[in-house]
């Protein structure tokens, strides 16, 4: 068995799905993890946020242009008005959900998550049922029901060994042997829909591939592997051919867009290896990540966005080492605020963290324990494993860096951006 990832990027029209389905139409054995298309989970999130803050306009108007665009896709697939019954059906049950006056601000991780995973069941249906027709037969599996999470929404980890009989079975008592199955979703032991977190898919497949004892996992992607650095951002970016385990983890951590920073851990325990490959030429190599591989000798460059910097220091001047900074982390850690670089001084400790909506509940609190806080918007966070002189006169410098952090080997920079 083999297991392929598709990415939104990858399926954001019906070129994406021909593509796909050229792609797995080579294999005979395969279980294919799909995202949601395009931009969906970002139109969802704004269909959930229509509802948290009751703005019904917000919800309904995502959900008519998703409708649309979903329909769009369908319609260009089969090359004439198609409907899909499950497709409109679960439409029609967003919209109810959207006009229901149920929702407590209480349980928002579990409205996220019930709202944006509607984008891999929409996205899944629409792929399976156009493979079917078109002579690939395979079987839609619904991961809410093989996928069992912790009882943990909008960013839970997978309990593998109470999955793997349920993922089994279900592909154990197929006829088929093409499966897809949606990436980033799961269910919690009350049975609610859980998600993975944003960008999750990549987690979903390797969790899959350690499930089903997988000979490899290949995400397919807009990029022809892995780079040295965001070509967009960096123009002269290079491609790296191989890639181990452990480097894979670290620059995920630092933010790049690779693969989720999850997907290695079940991939390494079953020694998986993992092929980054380019969706658009299905000749071309890609990048391998797995074991034991070559250390990469050309300096990486890593910049994430959406950061806030978080400058904490307490009123009273006791410093923060000891216990007050576990104090910090962990009410950090039940606004879900995972920190990518940590600075401390005497009486200061900076926090680089993703920018979301959470912060402000969490800067309240730490205010109400005694703390200042100062929160900087608008950053963005730098990373450069094996950084020359040259590197760090051109980007460590000047007035908008805040913070400088450098080792031998690797320069971290939180700045304006
Ligand atoms: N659709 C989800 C997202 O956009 C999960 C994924 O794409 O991996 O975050
Ligand atoms: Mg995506």
Redesign the pocket.
């Known amino acids: 068995m083999k297991v392929y990832k598709f990415?939104?990027a990858s399926v954001k029209n019906a070129d994406g799905a021909r593509n796909l389905r050229s792609i797995v139409s080579d294999e005979e054995e395969l279980f294919v993890i799909v995202?949601?298309m395009g931009k969906?989970?970002?139109a969802l999130e704004r269909v959930f946020e229509g509802i948290q803050k009751g703005d019904k306009a917000l919800s309904d108007e995502n959900i008519a242009m998703l409708r649309k665009y979903h329909a769009e896709i369908i319609d260009d697939l089969y090359h004439e008005h198609h409907t899909i019954a499950a497709v409109d059906a679960l439409f029609d049950e967003l919209e109810s959900l959207a006009a229901t006056s149920e929702y407590r601000s209480e349980d928002a991780e579990l409205w996220y998550d019930r709202i944006v995973s509607f984008?891999?069941l929409v996205s899944t249906l629409i792929i399976s049922d156009y493979l079917n027709h078109s002579g690939v037969e395979n079987k839609w599996i619904d991961m809410r029901q093989c996928i069992r999470t912790q009882q943990r929404h909008k960013d839970a980890s997978v309990e593998l060994e109470e999955s793997k009989p349920l993922l089994r079975e279900a592909v154990k008592s197929a006829k088929e042997r093409v499966f897809i199955g949606q990436?980033?979703i799961g269910g919690a032991p009350d049975g609610t829909t859980t998600t993975l977190g944003?960008?999750?898919?990549?987690y979903s497949a390797a969790v899959v591939a350690y499930i089903l004892d997988a000979e490899s996992m290949a995400v397919w992607k807009d990029v022809d592997g892995v780079l040295n650095a965001d070509p967009k951002i960096f123009p002269d970016a290079q491609h790296i051919a191989e890639l181990s385990y452990l480097d894979a983890i670290e620059l995920a951590y630092s933010g790049a867009q690779i693969i989720?920073p999850k997907t290695i851990k079940p991939l390494q325990n079953k020694n998986i290896p993992l092929y980054v490959r380019p969706f658009g030429d299905k000749r071309k190599p890609g990048t391998v990540i797995r074991g034991s591989s070559a250390r990469v000798n050309i300096p990486i460059l890593i910049l994430k966005g959406g950061q806030v910097l978080l400058n904490i220091r307490p009123r009273d001047f006791s410093f923060v080492l000891e216990e007050r900074f576990a104090e910090i982390f962990a009410l950090l850690a039940q606004f879900r605020i995972k920190s990518h670089l940590v600075h401390n001084s005497a009486v200061n400790l900076s926090l680089c963290i993703d920018s979301s909506w959470h912060i402000d509940e969490a800067v309240k609190s730490l205010r109400a324990e005694g703390f200042d806080v100062m929160q900087i918007e608008d950053m963005e966070l730098l990373t450069i494993r094996g950084y020359t002189k040259e590197l760090f006169d051109k980007y460590a410098l000047g007035s908008e860096v805040y913070v400088r952090q450098a080792t031998q080997s690797t320069l971290r920079i939180v700045r304006k951006r």
């Open positions: 990415g939104g995202s949601a969906t989970t970002n984008g891999e990436g980033f944003r960008e999750g898919s990549d989720h």
